[in-house]
């Protein structure tokens, strides 16, 4: 095994013939010394569409200050997020599931693109996970998955709650819960409902009332 770190990245920066390459790369703002040393692609899937994934570009900061403490060059890019949470219940749904391929493919395709030295992927929703482990598995490249960490409770009523969102064939719900609990810690559910009519209904049900009914 090559213990050559910058085995694969050489093919993009070194040599007369990459004097192009390297141009290109300098008027972004990297050195001949950044250009030396690994390169490290940074894989990320912050998006401002949905909370799971809006705190991974401060997270991405520090991971490249990382990658430079270690000796090496990031170099970030970017990929699709598609929330289920937000688009469920409308066509827009049907792209979720897509969205899981095209991210590894936008990941494979950069890794192969770029020809980087390694991998870390950010990634924090249902699709992303999966899709960046698909991408980084494909490349054979020394790789790393960071979960960005689970989406924070809210404040409602001077105390913290959140939200669990469910649906079924013609209603969508969301549930209050007390200090990140449970369905059966909560105490209203609010939603939509449909009726046989094609006209959209506002709920707000206690859950006593939900439970009796």
């Known amino acids: ?17 990459r004097a192009g390459a390297r141009a290109m790369l300098k008027a972004i703002g990297f050195t001949d010394e950044d250009l030396a ?82 991998i870390i992927a950010l990634v924090a929703c249902d699709k992303t996970i999966p899709g960046a482990a698909m991408g980084l598995t494909r490349l054979n490249i020394p790789g790393f998955l960071l979960y960005g960490g689970s989406i924070a ?16 064939e013609k209603t969508q719900f969301i549930v209050v819960t007390h200090n990140r609990g449970t369905i059966e810690a909560a105490d209203t559910i609010y939603g939509v409902t449909m009726g046989d009519d094609g006209a959209s209904r506002v709920l707000s049900l206690r859950l006593e009332e939900v439970r009796e009914g």
Do not use: Q
């Open 153 to 168: 409770p809210g404040h409602w009523r001077g105390s913290f709650r959140e939200a669990l969102v469910g649906l079924s």
């Open 1 to 17: 095994m090559s213990s050559d770190l910058k085995r694969r990245s050489r093919t993009i920066t070194d040599g007369r013939t």
């Open 37 to 118: 040393k690994p390169i490290i692609g940074i894989a990320n899937t912050w998006i401002e569409t949905m909370p799971c994934n809006i705190n991974l570009r401060a997270l991405a900061a520090r991971v490249k200050e990382g990658v430079r403490a270690a000796g090496g060059t990031p170099m970030e890019f970017n990929t699709v997020a598609i929330a289920d949470g937000v688009t469920m219940g409308t066509e827009g749904m049907k792209a979720s599931l897509i969205s899981r391929d095209l991210i590894a493919d936008s990941i494979e395709l950069m890794g192969r693109g770029y020809m980087f030295d390694a």
